[in-house]
Nanobody
Framework: QLQLVESGGGLVQAGGSLRLSCGAS????????TGWFRQAPGKEREFVAA???????LYADSVKGRFTISRDSVQNTVNLEMNSLKPEDTAVYYC??????????????????WGQGTQVTVSS
């Protein structure tokens, strides 16, 4: 059973940066696509970024150029570097893993495993 734990959330001013990390245990992430989603109060969970172990990153238009997703096969982690943060980036950020192919990476319902989430708050 794959278990995911997010870390790195917090409070930051607009224009600042945060680095989220998704640590995995139980299985290697090399068999999965790994994605970051976020959910703000009263809104649906939305895709942020995803990566697999053989390709590049996939990004939502709203974060392209500001966020970078990366992987560390030794540490069995996937990281999300977030720069130029905006108040509208405020949300709970979730890490998920999917056995589905890249065509499914933007769809949260295709993910098989989820972490508990980490809060990111960007003040104006």
């Amino acid at each position: 059973q794959l278990q995911l734990v997010e870390s790195g959330g917090g409070l930051v001013q607009a224009g600042g940066s945060l680095r989220l990390s998704c640590g995995a245990s139980g299985q290697s992430l090399t068999s999965y696509g790994t994605g970051w989603f976020r959910q703000a109060p009263g809104k649906e969970r939305e895709f942020v970024a995803a990566i697999n172990w053989s390709g590049g990153g996939l990004y939502a238009d709203s974060v392209k150029g500001r966020f970078t997703i990366s992987r560390d096969s030794v540490q069995n982690t996937v990281n999300l570097e977030m720069n130029s943060l905006k108040p509208e980036d405020t949300a709970v950020y979730y890490c998920g893993a999917t056995a589905s192919g890249p065509d499914s990476y933007r769809r949260w319902e295709k993910y098989d495993y989820w972490g508990q989430g980490t809060q990111v708050t960007v003040s104006s």
